[in-house]
C-alpha cells in the first residue's frame, strides 16, 4: 500500500470518529430539545379554572 492510500485511510478513519462524535453531540442535544419543548407546553398551558359555584353563578 502507498503513502496517499494510507493516509486515505487514515483520513478516513479520523472523519469517521469525528462524524460518530458529531452524531452522539447531536443526539444529546436533540433530547435536550425535546425536554425544552415539554417544558415549554407546560408552561403555556393555562391551569383550568375551576367551575363557579352556584351561588356565585348566580351574584355574577
Known amino acids: 500500500m502507498d503513502g496517499i492510500n494510507k493516509l486515505d485511510l487514515i483520513t478516513q ?3 469517521a470518529n469525528h462524524v ?3 452524531e452522539q453531540q447531536l443526539q444529546v442535544t ?5 425536554t425544552a419543548q ?4 407546560e408552561l403555556e398551558t393555562p391551569p383550568k ?4 359555584a352556584d351561588d356565585e ?3 355574577a
Open 57 to 59: 353563578a348566580i351574584d
Open 13 to 15: 478513519r479520523v472523519l
Open 49 to 52: 379554572a375551576p367551575l363557579p
Open 20 to 22: 460518530e462524535g458529531l
Open 30 to 34: 436533540m433530547d435536550a430539545l425535546t
Open 38 to 41: 415539554k417544558r415549554i407546553t
